[in-house]
């Protein structure tokens, strides 16, 4: 049988089906839609989980055919074949009734990605005009009044103030109800999308101010609207853009609603690699790309990455979800983040969980403040998972969060590794570690003087935490030694907590213990005399124990100090 092409990139449902791509059905999100009652319903995913090829097939589903167009049948609509083999088609008239029903106002903002607030409220206004356009017989309509004409020709015109654009939603969502007696379906395609480029970019409030308005005149009390349908990755709060909606029904990754309609299931993947003689390849591919949980369905695959696996399996199993962004909001983030964080993303690095409170009304001044909110916003984003959740004593939602698969652990990765190579040579990083691990303190500390130079305005412009610097050398440790050591941090052995310990993964090879100390200026210590202290803390408190129990015989051992951005390096 002729295996049918894969849709790489394209996310019209309707150029999905004509044209016989391979197609995972998901047509029982219209089920759970109209069954859930809501008049709007914004449903939150990562980057890549579906949600434009969704919506598109929202689109097909419930739009109807203005009147000017050839008859059709009460019970035909040039779109019914697009659904009569699908799933939501066996759900009886209940569902297949609402086929064809209603005007439908679809605008996706996936690719507003502009460096500017003028270039992207351009390209907003284009959106608009171009929804507008393909609506266009309203002017020739008779149940519409001249006054609603001008102003649908003004657009169509790009003639028109920003009070028109601001309320273009909420009036066309009108003149389709007025032409076809029937309430109108609004959807919004990633409707942060031009949020996160303006927090990037430097135009955050233009944006909030535009879309606030635009989607609070156009989906609350809009006595036009039937249902309205948003996606997006993250919910900006309420008061921060939705504070005109009090009808919103939120559908994170963390309800149980609408669950598995974004994503594929393990079962949809295995049956995927079956149809194209991939099966034996399944266990590589979990490993790489399952590991989302959303709601109550565990086990959900990135869709993009096993579409491009399929499709160039021959190459291998690669990072193809973190390839299609910039991932710059991430990057500044965690760079930007405190010495918790840190801390944290280094037990992530380990493959251990951390335990944080979710914030679901993320918004990125929030961020700014207090950077605990930055796991919120990974795990919305799709850089981190929930592995369990409860509510605290303070009613707040506490989660246990790890790193989903492998594919967004090289995201980490190519990260830690960006911050080596902003400060340090390849050569250098290196030279840096083979001489930690070969007992050369005087390379060692040469190195380390000049990555904290070079680095420290980059973690922490005011030159207050330098601390900050060590740990993002531990966390380069983590990432470019992994292969032949453990990495291990502030843990238990012998008598006390070591601040670092690599622990080999051959016998045969040395380890390392390290102990780090802030120079004390109010007890006039010197840089050196901090380093023997560090030194005598190994010994007294036998850090080398736990590596002594696992027969490992050469164990270096290393005191650093440090003074702002002077560096000493002494090993015993």
């Not at 759970?32 to 319903?41: Q, T």
């Not at 209940?94 to 390209?123: M, Q, R």
Request: charged share 25%.
């Amino acid at each position: 049988m002729k295996k049918k092409k894969l849709p790489l990139g394209v996310s019209d449902f309707k150029e999905i089906i004509e044209t016989d791509y391979y197609y995972i059905d998901k047509s029982l999100l219209i089920q759970e839609l109209l069954d859930s009652g809501s008049k709007v319903s914004l449903i939150t995913r990562p980057r890549r989980f579906g949600k434009t090829l969704n919506l598109s097939m929202l689109k097909y589903f419930f739009e109807a055919y203005h009147r000017e167009q050839t008859y059709l049948s009460p019970t035909t609509t040039e779109n019914l074949r697009l659904f009569q083999h699908l799933k939501i088609w066996q759900q009886g008239e209940e569902y297949t009734g609402h086929c064809g029903k209603y005007p439908v106002i679809y605008l996706t903002f996936k690719d507003v990605k502009e460096d500017s607030w003028e270039k992207a409220h351009n390209k907003i206004q284009n959106l608009i005009t171009d929804e507008y356009k393909r609506h266009s017989y309203l002017i020739d309509s008779d149940t519409l009044l001249e006054y609603d004409k001008e102003i649908i020709k003004s657009i169509l015109n790009r003639k028109t103030n920003d009070t028109d654009y601001s309320n273009s939603l909420k009036n066309l969502s009108k003149y389709l109800c007025d032409y076809y007696k029937q309430k109108a379906i609004i959807l919004i395609d990633e409707y942060d999308t031009p949020i996160h480029e303006a927090y990037d970019k430097g135009y955050y409030q233009n944006a909030i101010d535009f879309f606030r308005t635009f989607l609070g005149a156009g989906l609350k009390d809009n006595t036009s609207l039937e249902k309205g349908i948003i996606t997006g990755i993250l919910r900006v709060a309420k008061e921060n853009i939705f504070s005109d909606l009090n009808n919103l029904e939120i559908l994170s990754i963390l309800d149980y609603e609408c669950a598995d309609k974004f994503g594929f299931t393990e079962t949809e993947v295995i049956r995927f690699l079956k149809d194209y003689n991939l099966e034996e390849h399944f266990e590589s591919v979990k490993t790489w790309y399952n590991g989302y949980i959303f709601g109550d369905a565990h086990d959900i695959y990135n869709p993009w990455s096993i579409i491009n696996y399929v499709k160039k399996y021959r190459a291998g199993l690669q990072p193809y979800w973190i390839n299609t962004s910039s991932n710059t909001i991430i990057n500044t983030l965690l760079s930007q983040g405190d010495r918790q964080v840190k801390n944290e993303l280094e037990q992530l690095l380990n493959h251990q969980p951390i335990s944080k409170v979710i914030n679901t009304n993320t918004i990125f001044s929030d961020i700014e403040k207090d950077s605990a909110n930055i796991w919120s916003f990974l795990l919305f984003a799709g850089y981190l998972k929930v592995v369990d959740k409860n509510y605290n004593y303070d009613d707040e939602l506490e989660c246990k969060l790890l790193i989903p698969n492998k594919e967004v652990y090289t995201t980490y990765r190519i990260f830690v590794k960006s911050w080596f190579k902003e400060n340090l040579l390849s050569s250098e990083v290196e030279l840096l570690l083979k001489s930690v691990l070969n007992g050369d303190s005087a390379t060692f500390g040469k190195i380390l003087q000049k990555f904290a130079l070079n680095s420290m305005s980059f973690f922490d412009p005011s030159g207050r935490e330098p601390e900050k610097v060590y740990h993002a050398f531990v966390l380069g440790l983590l990432i470019t030694i992994n292969q032949t050591h453990v990495v291990k941090s502030n843990r238990e052995s012998g008598f006390g907590r070591y601040d670092i310990m690599l622990i080999p993964h051959k016998k045969s090879d040395n380890g390392v213990i390290i102990e780090l100390k802030k120079v004390d200026k109010d007890e006039n210590e010197t840089l050196k005399e901090a380093c023997e202290s560090a030194l005598q803390q190994i010994e007294d408190k036998q850090y080398e124990t736990e590596l002594q129990e696992m027969g490992i015989v050469t164990i270096y051992k290393y005191g650093i100090a440090f003074e702002g951005k002077k560096v000493l390096v002494l090993k015993s």
